[in-house]
T-cell receptor, first 110, second 115 residues
Framework: GQQVQQSPTSLVLQEGENAELQCNFS?????MQWFYQRPGGSLVSVFY???GTKQSGRLTSTTVIKERRSSLHISSSQITDSGTYLC????????????FGLGTRVSVFP | GGIITQTPKFLIGQEGQKLTLKCQQN?????MYWYRQDSGKGLRLIYY???????QKGDLSEGYDASREKKSSFSLTVTSAQKNEMAVFLC??????????????FGSGTRLTVL
């Protein structure tokens, strides 16, 4: 089964609304990361967040290692926030990189 | 700063054709990766390489070959393209095999279409 589960699959927001994206892990967690991908674009790291809470501008990530979950909160969404948000966890063997979730597609409209 | 360059950006092939995707990085990173991204299936690891001339199979290596002849480049070959196949192939790099994912960087991808 899927080791990294994201919800919701997609989200439609009106500009200015807040949103919360969830990520759950089926195995024990070393650390995790949130990425942003614009349609047709590369992945850009948003947060590297092994545990606790991190904030960058309107984005806040909270990871609770013991509960194997992480969330990404978008406040006062803007049209430029549209895209896909992927969470990923580090594999036990660092060299193998990351295991990814399927992503949450966010669409923000005026 | 550095950059990961993937070529070509778009690749159209015929069923059964052998197709090669290229990736160059100027970070001087040791470890490089190839991921495949399908709609509804997320990213899956095809091959990775922890140093020049090293190759390690990922979760989805069947049907692919890889080559790491230079530290800065990592190429991926689709050995026999499947009809109606459509996916984005993403290359990534990390300073060394023990580095955390915090220092993982991605290229902008090659979009493959097989007719």
């Amino acid at each position: 089964g899927q080791q990294v589960q994201q919800s919701p699959t997609s989200l439609v927001l009106q500009e200015g609304e807040n949103a919360e994206l969830q990520c759950n892990f089926s195995t024990s967690l070393n650390s995790m990361q949130w990425f942003y991908q614009r349609p047709g674009g590369s992945l850009v790291s948003v947060f590297y967040n092994p545990s606790g809470t991190k904030q960058s501008g309107r984005l806040t990530s909270t990871t609770v290692i013991k509960e194997r979950r992480s969330s990404l909160h978008i406040s006062s969404s803007q049209i430029t926030d549209s895209g896909t948000y992927l969470c990923a966890m580090e594999r036990g063997n660092y060299a193998q990189g990351l295991t990814f979730g399927l992503g949450t597609r966010v669409s923000v409209f005026p | 700063g550095g950059i990961i360059t993937q070529t070509p950006k778009f690749l159209i092939g015929q069923e059964g054709q052998k197709l090669t995707l290229k990736c160059q990085q100027n970070f001087n990173h040791d470890t490089m990766y190839w991921y495949r991204q399908d709609s509804g299936k997320g990213l899956r690891l095809i091959y990775y390489s922890i140093t020049e001339n090293d190759l390690q199979k990922g979760d989805l290596s069947e049907g692919y070959d890889a080559s790491r002849e230079k530290k800065s480049s990592f190429s991926l070959t689709v050995t026999s393209a499947q009809k109606n196949e459509m996916a984005v192939f993403l290359c990534a790099s990390n300073p060394d095999w023990g580095s955390s994912a915090e220092t993982l960087y991605f290229g902008s991808g090659t979009r493959l279409t097989v007719l």
